[in-house]
């Protein structure tokens, strides 16, 4: 390749459709990591180009546009997805053409390809920190809910099985179809305050994260009533569902825009600028935005035509992110990340009340989540990590 050359990198994130929300902040997010890539000399003197599709939020309209960019337009890297049904219609497609598929988004773990590599958060990165906060009091009583598909029904799982063994209770559990109605999230809040739990853990994406919180209002519930807690509620969440709805409410998250370090800080003030408008930035933008530029830094330090070396030079690879320093697992390709948990503000933002003073390494793989009598974290994966130094490592 000549050294003027263009690098092309397929970008799937979806401006339109049921899961647009968030994911237009990750299309914001990359888009603006490419900027500042490419006015830094991009790769040692070529532009890094995206080429963005919208796919609309239809699984089948990522698999197909995936296929697209690597055989018609001959992309090494895709950037994108958001669901787990999204990300596993890509994966078919990276597995038989040789590509690489960078996801931003949190999920359920249990999946390792050599042609993908994982920017969000696993169970033991949120999940876990999650239960520990809620168990402070004693045995808090859920309910489980969540669109239907994997992720929001394992992470459903996943913290039941927390709940229960810290010494709380699961009063109930339901999860409702991408089209579900109106109609159908008032009669899921109505069965969930005949039951009154004391909480209400939600894992709805998208516009059906909007609806369930248009419901829980209009049937007169609040945080001090009946708190909802979340690992998908984000800031980007609650710009389309209005701050009044989810004051109050808790998420954990690797990351909030309310963070006051200083990496975070200046990044947010380079994207005003060069934007100028305020950035949505959430979790996953920051997953997104780090994932960009951790790829370009592969890119750098090889051969940028080359699939091997990037992945490669992605691997076992540190990246200074606006959540913390990140690192990637040279051996499951999940990221080290820094769990946090935050309740939401009037003005759309986070107060964050928990977190971390390490970064947590990803343990995807592990089969059981529950609580021993020392709060220890029973696990039959290989390499099992307690719970104890993450209690004595927070900052409240």
């Known amino acids: 390749m000549t050294s003027d050359q263009p690098i092309y990198i397929g970008v799937l ?75 596993k219609a890509v994966l078919s497609v990276v597995d038989r053409e040789a590509a690489l598929l960078c996801y931003a988004a949190q999920y359920e773990g249990f999946e390792y390809s050599e042609n993908i590599v994982y920017f969000g958060a696993v169970p033991n990165q949120n999940s876990v920190f999650l239960a520990i906060h809620l168990l402070r009091n004693p045995a808090p009583r859920l309910y489980i ?22 010494g709380g209770r699961v009063a109930g559990e339901a999860y409702l179809d991408d089209m579900a109605g109106s109609n159908e999230f008032d009669m899921l809040i109505k069965r969930i305050r005949k039951e009154s739990p ?11 994260n909007r609806k369930f919180y248009e419901s829980y209002i209009e049937n007169g519930l609040d945080a001090s009533r ?27 998250a690797s990351y909030f825009a309310s963070q006051s ?38 890119m750098r330090g090889g051969d940028p035509d080359s699939l091997n070396s990037i992945r490669s030079g992605i691997l076992g690879a540190s990246f200074e992110a606006p959540q913390g320093v990140i690192g990637i697992d040279a051996l499951n390709a999940h990221c080290n990340l820094w769990p946090k948990i935050g309740v ?3 003005d759309g933002q986070f107060e964050i009340v928990a977190e971390t003073e390490t970064a947590i390494r990803p343990d995807p793989y592990r089969t059981t989540y529950e609580f021993d009598d020392d709060m220890n974290v029973s696990s039959e994966a290989s390499a099992p990590e307690t719970l104890r130094p993450r209690i004595s490592g927070l900052r409240q």
């Not at 490419?38 to 699984?59: F, K």
């Not at 698999?63 to 958001?82: D, H, P, T």
């Not at 990044?267 to 997953?287: G, I, K, S, T, V």
């Open 198 to 208: 004391d909480i209400i853990f939600n894992n709805f994406v998208g516009e059906a």
């Open 145 to 166: 809910v969540g669109s239907d598909y994997v992720w929001p029904r394992e992470s459903g799982r996943i913290m039941g099985d927390l709940i229960r063994s810290g």
């Open 344 to 346: 939401a503000r009037t």
């Open 13 to 87: 994130f979806s401006k339109t459709g049921r899961t647009a929300v968030t994911e237009r902040s990750m299309l914001a997010a990359t888009e603006f990591a490419i900027e500042e890539i490419n006015a830094g000399g991009g790769i040692n003197g070529r532009m890094l180009c995206p080429i963005i599709r919208d796919p609309m939020g239809e699984p089948s309209a990522y698999q197909k546009m995936a296929a697209e960019l690597i055989s018609g337009n001959k992309v090494r890297v895709i950037l994108g997805c958001y669901t787990s049904s999204q990300r």
């Open 226 to 252: 009946m708190m909802v807690a979340s690992l998908t509620t984000s800031e980007a969440d609650i710009r389309e569902i209005g701050a009044s709805a989810t004051l109050g409410h808790i998420t954990a």
């Open 261 to 298: 370090n200083s990496a975070n800080r200046a990044c947010l003030a380079r994207y005003r600028a060069l934007r100028q408008e305020e950035p949505c930035a959430n979790m996953c933008w920051d997953a997104a935005y780090t994932q960009t530029h951790v790829v370009a830094q592969a």
